[in-house]
Each structure stands twice: as C-alpha cells, then as structure tokens.
C-alpha cells in the first residue's frame, strides 16, 4: 500500500482509529513528487544507514527502505507503533524504536546499528521543536553525513540566510558552523494530512568535514553568539553585558569590540561566523 496516496492514509487513519496529537505536532505528508525529492536529495545507496525522525505512519519509511540499506525508525508516539508493524511489515530492513529522540545517545546508536559508519539523517520535524532535534544532531559527536529535513518555511529560511538579514540569528550560525544549508523545495500545506498552518520546505544540511572557522572555545562562542541575538536591537556591546551567562565586564567587551576593528555600535546581526569566532578567541584569553 503506498502512503504518498492521500486515500490510503486516509484508509490506514480510519482502520486504527487514528487521532493526531498536537503535542507531537503531527503532519503526514502525502505528496509523492516531495517524498521522491527528499530521497533525492538525501543522496541514497544501498550502503547507506538511514536514520528517519518521526516516521509517523510510514509513509516516507516505505521509499527509504527501497533506497537505502537499513533503515532506524525514531517515533515517540505509542499509539502509531502498532501501525507502523502493520504497514512496514514487508520492510526487513527497517527497525523502529519507540523513543524520544532527544533522550537517545544518537552516537551509540549509529555505531550499533550502523558499525561507525556515516549516517544519512531524514525527518519531518514538528515546528515546535526542530531547532533542539537539528542541533542535537549535530552536537551528538555520531558520524551524521547530511541531514534532510522538512521544516516550516521560516525557520529554512532563517538556516541558510547571511548577516544583516532580518531572519539571520544564532539558528543561522549555528547550522552554519556545522553544515552547507540547500533549500531543495517548497511544500505547500495541501501536501499534508492535516494541513498545517503554515507553509514548508525541504532543506539538506550537508555536515562540512571541518568547520569553516577555527574557534578556540565553541561553547563560549555559541554564548556569545545567543546573547548578541537576545536583545538583538540593542548593540553588541550592551548584549553582551547584560547576558547572565558571560562574565565580562563592560570594559573587556568594548577592548575586544575594538581589537576587531569594529565600531562601539556594531550590532550582532551584522557579524559574520568568522567575526563571532575571533571575538570569541580575543574574550577567551
């Protein structure tokens, strides 16, 4: 039975009596030309460890398992294991896990299931927490090849846009530290069951085999780089002395300000990641 056909999700909702949780923020995607671009995207082969995100009722399950490997299902939602045994049960090389993805060492995982090999990640996120699941990704030290995810639209905006832009913020900077942003496509909410609120893309995040700027202390630089965004119409200077998680004075922001050439005014939004870094190297000594 393939999913991507609105009537068959339909079907399999009614037969189990389905009811979607807001909670999880859940939106089932049924739309085959999307499915297919995201598995395109994703650059599969059959030597590929595939971890999927929220598989829901496996819609997008069913085509990672023709294309890839092996592929590791993550569903928090109880209530969708059943179905999920029901409409994966020709899928042999699909184990799915009922857990939380932000309490799983995702590291040990990938070195389980997929024997320290590079991991291919594919998800379609809730809007309300795609931004601890992506950096939680990143941040696990597991060996994540490049991350496919459907997010709102907004927030793939803000992933891949540069500084003085108004969607540009600590989001911006941290998924460019870690990845190359490709927005691949542009989902309109009649591609969902139930249709969301708002409308969605397709973004790839393709992990860089090295950062793209050299830091001494990445956690004081991601503190640096909240903190300007936190009040980000104040100026850089007043941001960062008011951050209750910095414990510079005012004087050795406004020296390290200086060091870099730029003015006592500058704010946040307008410092690139290279900038955050040296001004995190200066703060640092």
């Known amino acids: 039975m393939d999913l991507g056909n609105p009537k068959n999700t339909i079907e399999v909702i009614q037969k189990y009596n389905f ?5 999880f923020g859940q939106n089932f995607l049924i739309d085959t030309h999307v499915l297919d671009k995201i598995i395109s995207a994703a650059g599969m082969t059959k030597e590929d460890t595939v971890l999927e995100v929220g598989p829901g009722i496996g819609t997008m399950t069913q085509r990672l398992s023709q ?3 092996q592929v590791i299902a993550v569903e928090i939602d109880t209530n969708l294991i059943p179905i999920l045994k029901d409409t994966l049960q020709d899928c042999e090389n ?13 590291k040990k995982m990938a070195e389980e299931k997929g024997g320290g090999r590079p991991v291919k990640v594919v998800a379609n996120l809730p809007y309300y927490i795609t931004t601890p699941i992506i950096m939680g990704l ?10 496919t995810v459907m997010v709102q639209k907004e927030v793939a905006d ?5 500084p003085g832009s108004k969607d540009y ?11 190359e942003p490709y927005i691949v496509a542009n989902v309109p909410p009649n591609c969902f069951i139930p249709r969301p609120n708002v409308g969605s893309a397709v973004i790839r995040l393709t992990r860089h085999a090295k950062p ?8 004081l630089m991601f503190r640096l780089i909240r903190a300007s965004f936190n009040q980000r119409r104040k100026t850089l200077q007043n941001g960062l002395s008011n951050a209750q998680d910095l414990s510079f004075s005012k004087e050795e922001i406004a020296a390290a300000i200086e060091s870099l050439g730029l003015s006592p005014s500058v704010r946040g939004e307008t410092l690139t990641l290279a900038q955050f870094a040296a001004l995190s190297d200066v703060l640092g000594k």
């Open 67 to 69: 294309a890839a490997g």
């Open 212 to 219: 793209p700027v050299e830091v001494k202390d990445k956690d």
């Open 158 to 162: 803000r992933m891949q846009v540069g």
């Open 94 to 106: 699909v184990t799915v896990i009922n857990e939380d993805i932000l309490k799983i060492d995702i």
């Open 138 to 147: 990143f941040e696990s030290g597991a060996p994540i090849d490049n991350i």
């Open 19 to 23: 009811a979607f949780q807001k909670k």
């Open 169 to 179: 913020g600590a989001l911006s900077l941290a998924v460019q530290y870690y990845a």
